[in-house]
């Protein structure tokens, strides 16, 4: 028995094999930005249910570089649709994605408190705001008796709707540099 050819067949074997992998991989990539480009572009076009359709189909890729980034905006679009236990789930699942994903979590925990604020968890919803606004100061609360926290005059508030197209700026920047 001569190991030498057993060696290369499989060196050979993998040099053949892993660029297919790799190619699989960035379609992968590929098609979840698409789906989730598309969810965004049909949220922010007032047709929930399809966008949320989207989005669970670029989740269901398994992308795990954009988990985080798809459960953001599925958490906005679950308000949208008064699914809001659903949409505290969806956030929680963007906010257990560990990584440099400020814009991601801002996004994720106002969605939250969105969601929160729905359910009359008021002071759960409260919480989840100043998260966002700790994250990103352009995130004020909503007016429901909440304090807003101080802010100069550049700052607005940012309504669910927009914090869809928000998310969507980041997802364009997140994908183009993965190329």
């Known amino acids: 028995m001569k190991p030498v050819p057993y060696f290369l067949i499989l060196i050979l074997g993998m040099l053949i094999i892993q660029p297919v992998f790799a190619e699989d991989a960035g379609e992968m990539i590929d098609s979840a930005g698409a789906l989730y480009s598309q969810s965004v572009d049909l949220a922010n076009a ?3 249910a399809e966008a949320l359709d989207a989005a669970d189909r ?16 599925r958490a906005g679009i679950l308000v949208m649709l008064d699914r809001n236990e659903e949409a505290v789930v969806a956030a929680d699942a963007a906010l257990a994605v560990e990584g440099n994903l400020t814009t991601v979590h801002s996004i994720a925990w106002y969605n939250r408190g ?16 100043e998260q966002a606004y700790a994250l ?17 005059a550049a700052q607005s508030s940012l309504p669910a709707g927009c914090a869809l197209i928000a998310l969507g700026i980041a997802a364009c920047a997140l994908l183009h540099g993965r190329r």
């Open 114 to 129: 969105n969601a929160l604020k729905n359910l009359g968890r008021f002071t759960e919803a409260k919480d989840a705001y």
């Open 58 to 73: 670029a989740l269901a890729l398994n992308v795990t570089s954009l988990s985080g980034l798809i459960q953001s905006n």
């Open 136 to 152: 990103d100061n352009t995130l004020l609360p909503p007016a429901m008796g909440i304090p807003v926290p101080p802010t100069n």
């Open 46 to 48: 007032g047709k929930y």
